[in-house]
């Protein structure tokens, strides 16, 4: 029963997880092609960053999450062994895109912070900083992950046919947590606590419209919190089977199936809700669906004009 549930769930992960890659690379390519064939101005530049950023580290992580669940499933069917030192790496180059993709989200917070608190720091908000700053995180995160490498906790799971850190070690699996996003998050906090306590302070010899700028900036820090607490909220299961594996000293059978089930969910939802909460992207989009709805032919126009009369 346990197996079929399992099965069940990998080929679901599965499924969600190629049509949320499909959507996140065509609004990528989207993007880039706005980007680059339009003349925008430093802050849109630097919001079109942003969301190259997010949604280059979602398709390339939900990626690596549908070939281990497409290879539990053919595992499953055929019994085929996929362990190798590609896998390995795999294993380790999961959590490290995860962790990715909440420094994404604290990216854009900071641009925030800088617009709101130091205006005048005119290189806080350049849009090279915004380009090399993801590299930067990228390899802190590949030099922080890279410790489960080292003392071999990378393993190769034999009923789930790849690799992957055992829930089981829970040491391991805390310290990926931590650098996954408990850095991410206390960052975060501290942007959204330090604007808060600046706007408070402000004094009425502020502009109307600098109040208001800063304002809008203050709401879409709330709104990537917003999509940072439905990416927490969709951990929660896997830091239930954490604790249980941490008690009882043993993994539950549906732990990387629920496990990657949720993760798939939360991919799909940061496309979702990036569109929504940005208007730039959100106006990009809808511009490229107004552009390809279906016009009549002045043929057919011409037909209905006559069958009027």
């Keep these: 029963m346990m197996n079929q549930i399992a099965f069940v769930l990998c080929l679901t992960t599965f499924i969600i997880c190629s049509l949320t890659c499909l959507f996140s690379c065509a609004i990528l ?51 085929h062994d996929f362990n190798s030192s590609w896998c390995t790496f795999l294993g380790y180059l999961a959590p490290v895109l995860i962790g990715g993709i909440y420094w994404a989200f604290v990216n854009q917070a900071f641009f925030r912070l800088c617009r709101v608190v130091y205006p005048t720091m005119r290189w806080l908000q350049s849009y090279q900083l915004y380009i090399i700053l993801p590299f930067v995180e990228l390899m802190l995160n590949c030099i922080l992950m890279s410790l489960v490498l080292f003392v071999h906790d990378v393993v190769y799971l034999p009923k789930d046919y790849y690799c992957f850190v055992p829930f089981t070690n829970v040491y391991s699996m805390l310290w990926l947590v931590f650098n996954g996003y408990g850095n991410q998050i206390g960052v975060l906090s501290f942007i959204y606590i330090r604007i808060t306590t600046f706007l408070r302070r402000q004094t009425n010899i502020q502009t109307r419209i600098v109040r208001q700028r800063q304002e809008r900036d203050f709401l879409i820090i709330r709104r990537i919190l917003l999509v940072v607490g439905v990416l927490i909220s969709l951990g929660i299961p896997a ?24 993760i798939s969910i939360s991919m799909m939802s940061i496309c979702l809700l990036t569109i929504i909460f940005t208007p730039q992207l959100k106006k990009i989009v809808m511009k490229i669906i107004q552009h390809n709805r279906v016009i009549p032919t002045n043929g057919s126009l011409i037909a209905s004009i006559q069958t009027r009369k």
């Excluded at 830091?239 to 990387?256: N, R, S, V």
């Design 239 to 262: 830091m239930g089977f954490l604790m249980m594996a941490f008690i009882t000293h043993e993994e539950h059978p549906l732990t990387f199936p629920i496990f990657w089930f949720f």
């Design 29 to 79: 390519l989207c993007v880039i092609h706005h980007l680059y064939h339009n003349r925008l101005q430093q802050k849109e530049r630097i919001i079109i960053i942003h969301c190259i950023n997010i949604y280059s580290l979602v398709s390339a992580y939900i990626t690596i999450v549908a070939l281990f669940n497409i290879r539990t499933v053919l595992g499953t069917l055929y019994g």
